[in-house]
C-alpha cells in the first residue's frame, strides 16, 4: 500500500491489440525491460531516489534503449523503487540481490498514455520514433464490471498503469488515484471496510451480500473422494500411480475454486470502493464450523493467501479481526446470544427480531468488530465504516445510503440469492 496522500486502486482489463500494434508493444516491453536493467545497474549500491537515479542513469537508457524520453525517466523511476524496496528488505533482515527484468511488463503514466473512458479505449506509447498504438479495453459484456466504478468516475482520476503481457494476451492494470483528503485539507476518516464470513456451505459471504457458494466444491470433493477410495482397494502399482494423479488434480481443481472466489471478493471490494478487506482470524477456524473437514483450514488459509496478494496488486489491504461472537450476534442490535442461530444458515435475533441469512449477518459483523477494534488501534488505516449492497454502516451512528452519484451496477443476475429469507433491512 502506498503512503502517500491518496487512495489507490487498480482496475484489470484485457486489451484487444491490433497485428499492427502487436509487435510494437513486444519491442516496447524488450526496450523497457532493458531500460530498467540499464538504470538499475548504473545505480545500485549507489542512489535510491527517482530523481537521482535519474539524474545519474537517463543517459545511459536513452542511448542503450530505444525507449522515448518520458519511457527513460520512468524506467529510471521504476529502478529507483526496486532498489529501495531491496534496502527495506534487507533492512528487515532479508535477502535482496540486485533486481533483474524478465517480467515482460512496461509501465505508463499521463504523458506515455491517454485513457479514452467514453470509447473504452486507450492509446499507448511505443518505442522510437513509432507513433502511439491504439487499443481497444475489452471491458466485461454485461457492463457490470468494477472497473466502470473507477473509469466512468469524476472523483478517480487515471495515474500510473502498467501494460502486462501473460497468457497470450495483453492487461492493463489502469491506476487510479483520488485525494486521502478533502477539500479543507483534513483527512478523511471515512475510508471503508469489506467483511467477508467463511464458512461450509458458503465459502465466504459479504457484507454487501455476495455468496460464493461451496455447493459444487463439496459435490466434487466428495467425489474425488469416492474414486480415492475405489483405487485404494486396489493394491497394484498401477492403481498407486492413478491414485496420485487424482489427488493432483484434485489439488488444482481446489486452487482454481478458490482463485476464482479470490477474485470475486477483491472485484466486491472494487466495486463498492472500499479501502480494505476484514476477514475472521483464522486461528481455529475448523473448531469454531460444524461440518468442516480436516482440508478446511488450509483451503481457508489458501484463499487468505490469494485474497491477501490479489487485493495488495489492486491498492487494497486485508485484516483479520477476533472471530469471537460473530455468528450469535445480531449485527443490527449487537444481541449475542446461542439461540440467536437457530439452524446453520438462518438467524434470528431473540431480542430485535432481525431475521437474516447467518453467514451474512456474520459477514456484516466481521466488519462490525472489526472497524471497532481498529478505532482503538494505534496502526490505524482510516476506516470507519463497511460496505453493503445499498449503503455503509459506522459503528455507533447507524445507516447511510450510497449518495446518488454512486452507482454500483447490478450483480443480482450473477450470483446465487441467499436461501434464508433476506428482511427488509439495508441490503
Ligand atoms: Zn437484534
Not at 466485461?140 to 466502470?148: A, R, T, W
Not at 494476451?169 to 464470513?197: C, I, M, Q, S
Not at 492413478?242 to 482454481?256: C, N, Q
Request: aromatic letters at 8%; hydrophobic letters at 30%.
Amino acid at each position: 500500500m502506498s503512503d502517500d496522500n491518496y487512495h489507490r486502486r487498480t482496475a484489470i482489463t484485457r486489451l484487444v491489440v491490433s497485428s499492427t500494434a502487436e509487435p510494437l508493444l513486444r519491442e516496447t516491453v524488450s526496450e523497457w525491460k532493458r531500460g530498467c536493467q540499464t538504470a538499475v545497474d548504473k545505480a545500485w549500491t549507489r542512489c535510491h531516489s527517482k530523481s537521482d537515479v535519474q539524474q545519474l542513469a537517463y543517459d545511459d537508457v536513452r542511448e542503450n534503449t530505444d525507449l522515448g524520453s518520458q519511457h527513460a525517466i520512468l524506467a529510471c523511476h521504476q529502478a529507483a523503487e526496486n532498489i529501495k524496496s531491496c534496502i527495506s528488505r534487507r533492512q528487515d533482515g532479508k535477502k535482496a540481490s540486485k533486481p533483474t527484468y524478465t517480467s515482460p511488463t512496461v509501465t505508463y503514466d499521463s504523458r506515455t498514455m491517454t485513457l479514452f473512458p467514453d470509447q473504452e479505449r486507450v492509446s499507448l506509447t511505443t518505442h522510437g520514433d513509432h507513433s502511439r498504438v491504439r487499443a481497444d479495453l475489452e471491458l466485461p459484456d454485461n457492463e457490470d464490471g468494477y472497473q466502470h466504478q473507477y473509469l466512468d468516475s469524476d472523483e478517480w482520476e487515471p495515474t500510473e498503469s502498467t501494460l502486462h503481457y501473460r497468457d497470450g494476451g495483453w492487461y492493463l492494470h489502469l491506476g487510479f488515484r483520488k485525494p486521502k483528503h478533502d477539500t479543507k485539507g483534513e483527512a478523511t476518516e471515512n475510508g471503508t471496510v469489506l467483511g467477508v464470513d467463511l464458512g461450509v456451505n458458503e465459502i465466504a459471504v459479504t457484507s454487501t451480500a455476495r455468496f460464493f457458494s461451496a455447493g459444487e466444491l463439496n459435490h466434487n470433493r466428495r467425489e474425488f473422494e469416492r474414486i480415492r477410495g475405489n483405487l485404494q482397494d486396489h493394491d497394484s502399482r498401477n492403481a498407486h500411480r492413478t491414485l496420485e494423479a487424482v489427488s493432483g488434480r484434485e489439488d488444482e481443481y481446489v486452487k482454481h475454486v478458490l482463485h476464482s472466489v479470490a477474485n470475486g471478493i477483491v472485484e466486491e471490494a472494487l466495486r463498492y470502493d472500499c479501502d480494505g478487506i476484514a476477514f475472521e482470524e483464522l486461528d481455529g477456524i475448523r473448531e469454531r464450523l460444524s461440518g468442516a473437514a480436516w482440508h478446511s483450514e488450509w483451503a481457508f488459509a489458501r484463499l487468505y493467501e490469494y485474497v491477501e496478494y490479489k487485493a495488495e496488486a489492486a491498492g487494497l489491504f486485508v485484516d483479520t479481526t477476533n472471530p469471537k461472537h460473530t455468528s450469535k450476534r445480531c449485527a443490527e442490535c449487537g444481541f449475542i446470544h446461542d439461540d440467536n442461530r437457530s439452524t446453520r444458515d438462518s438467524f434470528e435475533c431473540q431480542k430485535c427480531g432481525n431475521r437474516n441469512h447467518a453467514d451474512y449477518n456474520a459477514a456484516k459483523n466481521v466488519a462490525d468488530m472489526y472497524l471497532r477494534r481498529e478505532q482503538q488501534s494505534s496502526r490505524r488505516r482510516g476506516v470507519s465504516q463497511y460496505a453493503l449492497k445499498s449503503g455503509t454502516v459506522t459503528p455507533n451512528r447507524g445507516y447511510t445510503p450510497y449518495p446518488d452519484g454512486f452507482e454500483v451496477k447490478s450483480t443480482d443476475k450473477l450470483h446465487r440469492r441467499p436461501t434464508a429469507c433476506m428482511p427488509s433491512d439495508h441490503v
